[in-house]
Structures are given as structure tokens and as C-alpha cells.
């Protein structure tokens, strides 16, 4: 079925360096998709979105990439910090106001 | 603090017993969602209000949940004759509505059934 899943399920990064998190959909008709960050035993934390008519957002030190043609996505964070250690999921909605969202990445931020 | 709460944080109960949570959201946000997260994996989908409607049902929503949301303020989740199964972090999340609006969640009522 239809389904929203991450490429990597973990991430080591080094502080300062960028960390590149993927993201594959395969409903075509996905229109809006977010990024959130969870760490253990909170909700997730909205980090940034893009509607399917854009291909580049960009916030505080993050990126988001959206590959219509290949149903990819991309958060991209800059100058990674040991505050960025966290689960990332990307989340889609493509009817109605559900959001449908991937297993995620852990990304650990080493020294 | 403005954001959206959930009490209570932390619930234990013994199988076919009833536990009701409870969330507020963020004030003007009349679009309130619940989702389940078992360890590991992302949250899915159960139900989700507009005021005081409640509009979806996920089929992950078995007779023994019931959500209600009186006032279209604050909502509560019902889960009646408990089961190991249901194990898991109940989360919160409240939107304006407008179609495609983020999603802002709250901490989550984590729940133990022995």
C-alpha cells in the first residue's frame, strides 16, 4: 500500500558537520509534507514543511528537498549540534487531514 | 505555556481495566488529533475532531476507544477493557483549520497495561 519510510534507521554524525536525513513517499498525490524531530519521551517537534508546488524550503539552519519526480525527501541541518540527537520522522498527508508518517532515523551527534 | 497538554503523563493499569486521557490544545486551534506510537516506530493516525465533530476514524480505532471532544475545547480518549495491546504513547495534536496546517503535539500520555 501506500507508504511513507526512511532509507536509514540510524545516523552518526560529528558535531559541526551537516547531516543529510531521507525520506522516500509512493502516493504521488502527497501534498504537504513535514518534518518533525522527537526526542525520547516527548512529543514530536515540529522542525519544517513544503506543499508539493515547492522543491526547497528553508529555515533555521535546516533545508528541506522535495523530489517530486523520484518521491524523495530531504532535511538537510546545518552545523550539526549534540542538541540535534534525536529521532527525525517525515510525516505526509494526502487526503483528508491524517498524517501518515514514516518509522524515522535516529541521529546521534557525536563530539 | 501555550502548547498543547496531556495528562495524565504516565498511566499503569491492569489488563480490563478503563483509562481515560486527556488533552488540551493550543487555544484557537479547533482541529484536534489523536495519534498512537508504539517504541520504534512513527505515531499512526486514530481520530481527529473539528470542534466538537468528530470527522475521521482510523480503523486502528476498535470499539473499546471512544474519543469525545463535548465543548470543542479540550478532548478525551477513552479505553475500555484494557488490553496488552494497547500498550503504547497516546499523543495529542491540535491545527487550525486550513488544509495542510501543521500539526503541533503534545508530550504524550505513555501507557502501561500489566
Known amino acids: 500500500g501506500e507508504s511513507v519510510g526512511l532509507h536509514l534507521p540510524t545516523l552518526s554524525v560529528q558535531e559541526g558537520d551537516n547531516s543529510i536525513i531521507n525520506c522516500a513517499y509512493s502516493?504521488?498525490?502527497?501534498?504537504?509534507f513535514i518534518w518533525y524531530k522527537q526526542e525520547s519521551g516527548k512529543g514530536p517537534q515540529f522542525i519544517i514543511d513544503?506543499?508539493?508546488?515547492?522543491d526547497k524550503r528553508q529555515g533555521q539552519r535546516v533545508t528541506v528537498l522535495l523530489n517530486k519526480t523520484v518521491k524523495h525527501l530531504s532535511l538537510q541541518i546545518a552545523a550539526t549540534q549534540p542538541g540535534d540527537s534525536a529521532v527525525y520522522f517525515c510525516?505526509?498527508?494526502?487526503?483528508?487531514?491524517?498524517?501518515?508518517f514514516g518509522k524515522g532515523t535516529s541521529l546521534l551527534v557525536t563530539p | 505555556d501555550t502548547g498543547v497538554s496531556q495528562n495524565p503523563r504516565h498511566k499503569i493499569t491492569k489488563r480490563g481495566q478503563n483509562v481515560t486521557f486527556r488533552c488540551d490544545p493550543i487555544?484557537?486551534?479547533?482541529?484536534l488529533y489523536w495519534y498512537r506510537q508504539t517504541l520504534g516506530q512513527g505515531p499512526e493516525f486514530l481520530t481527529y475532531?473539528?470542534?466538537?465533530?468528530?470527522?475521521?476514524k482510523s480503523r486502528l480505532l476498535s470499539d473499546r476507544f471512544s474519543a469525545e471532544r463535548p465543548k470543542g475545547s479540550f478532548s478525551t480518549l477513552e479505553i475500555q477493557r484494557t488490553e496488552q495491546g494497547d500498550s503504547a504513547m497516546y499523543l495529542c495534536?491540535?491545527?487550525?483549520?486550513?488544509?495542510?496546517?501543521?500539526?503541533?503535539f503534545g508530550p504524550g500520555t505513555r501507557l502501561l497495561v500489566l
Open positions: 475532531f473539528q470542534n466538537e465533530a468528530q470527522l475521521e
Open positions: 502516493n504521488s498525490a502527497s501534498d504537504y
Open positions: 487555544s484557537e486551534h479547533n482541529r
Open positions: 495534536a491540535s491545527s487550525l483549520a486550513t488544509l495542510g496546517e501543521t500539526q503541533y
Open positions: 510525516a505526509e498527508i494526502n487526503s483528508g487531514y491524517a498524517l501518515n
Open positions: 513544503i506543499r508539493s508546488n515547492m
